[in-house]
C-alpha cells in the first residue's frame, strides 16, 4: 500500500502516520493493540487529536481503495467533531475520486447524513434515498437509506 | 538527474504524534504492522 507515491502523498499531506511494528515496537505494539483492539496486521486506524478511534482499515488493500477508505476515515472525523459541512464535502469528494470502490457508497451515505445534520432538513435524507436509486442501489448502503424513500 | 522516491516519515510515539497532530489540525494514522522490515 505504502509504495504507491499517491498514498505517500495522501498519508503525508493529510495525516500524521504512526507505525507501531509487531517485532520492532514490541511493547508499543501489545499496549496500543490492546488499548485500540487492534487484532490484525495490518490495520489502519484514523484517530482524532484526542486519539479516538473515527475510521478503521483492516487488512491489505489495493492503493485505490487504500486511498479511498483514508479519504472516507478523513470525512468521518470531521463529521465526528461536529463539522458536517465540511464532513459533506469530503464524502462527496470521496464519491467524485473514488466513484467505482466501497468506499463510496458509504460515503454517500454519509454525505446525506451530514447534509441533514448541518441544515435539519429531512429533505436532505430522501434525497439521498433518490440518489441510491440511480446508483449504488444493490449497496448495503442504500437498504440502509430505503427507509427514507416514504 | 534523478529525484529520490518520497517516503512515508513514521513516528513511533503516538503521544508525540497526537501533539503533533493537534498542533498541526490533522489526524493521526496508526497503522499497526508486521510487514518485512
Known amino acids: ?150 | 538527474m534523478t529525484t529520490a522516491a518520497r517516503e512515508i516519515t513514521w513516528n513511533h510515539d503516538l503521544n508525540r504524534a497526537l501533539e503533533d497532530a493537534a498542533a498541526r489540525h490533522r489526524r493521526v494514522l496508526l497503522d499497526f504492522s508486521a510487514a518485512p522490515m
Open chain 1, 1 to 150: 500500500m505504502y509504495t504507491d507515491p499517491r498514498v505517500v502523498s495522501a498519508v503525508e499531506d493529510q495525516f500524521v502516520p504512526v507505525r507501531v511494528h509487531v517485532k520492532e515496537n514490541r511493547d508499543e505494539f501489545q499496549r496500543l493493540g490492546a488499548e485500540y483492539q487492534a487484532q490484525w496486521t495490518p490495520t489502519i486506524l484514523i484517530l482524532d487529536e484526542a486519539g479516538e478511534e473515527r475510521h478503521r482499515i483492516e487488512g491489505f488493500l489495493p492503493a485505490d481503495d487504500f486511498l479511498s477508505q483514508l479519504a472516507l476515515g478523513a470525512a468521518k472525523a470531521a463529521f465526528s467533531a461536529g463539522d458536517h459541512g465540511t464532513a459533506e464535502q469530503l464524502f462527496e469528494s470521496v464519491i467524485a475520486s473514488h466513484p467505482n470502490t466501497d468506499a463510496a457508497p458509504e460515503a454517500q451515505y454519509w454525505a446525506g447524513v451530514s447534509r441533514y445534520k448541518a441544515t435539519n432538513d429531512p429533505g436532505a435524507l430522501h434525497a439521498t434515498y433518490r440518489k441510491f436509486q440511480e446508483r449504488y442501489n444493490d449497496s448495503t448502503w442504500a437498504k440502509k437509506a430505503s427507509v427514507w424513500g416514504g
